[in-house]
Nanobody, 122 residues
């Protein structure tokens, strides 16, 4: 099975951009759907975006039009480009892997990275 490591988080001003990366190890990365989720302090983990093994994306309403998820199977990496960031986008961002299928439900994933902190503040 794959292991996941997120990177690319940081402190950014409102209106700024970040590109998060989810690097996977494992020979079967291309057979996993990948999801991005985020969790703010005291809040439930919420869906942000996911991408199927075929590259079809889905987005939460809260990031639609501001986020782009993509995957590079040769590099075993999934990217989440976030633009026009808002303070409400603050949280720990996690990527997760699910064999064969992507899902918008966190409970559907059994493989998780350790997360990367994103803070949107002036």
């Amino acid at each position: 099975q794959v292991q996941l490591v997120e990177s690319g988080g940081g402190l950014v001003q409102p209106g700024g951009s970040l590109r998060l990366s989810c690097a996977a190890s494992g020979r079967t990365f291309s057979s996993y759907g990948i999801g991005w989720f985020r969790q703010a302090p005291g809040e439930e983990r919420e869906f942000v975006a996911c991408i199927t093994i075929g590259g079809a994306p889905s987005y939460a309403d809260s990031v639609e039009g501001r986020a782009t998820i993509s995957r590079d199977n040769a590099k075993e990496t999934v990217y989440l480009q976030m633009n026009s960031l808002k303070p409400d986008d603050t949280g720990v961002y996690f990527c997760a892997a699910r064999k064969a299928l992507a899902s918008t439900a966190a409970s559907a994933y059994k493989i998780w990275g350790q997360g990367t902190q994103v803070t949107v503040s002036s």
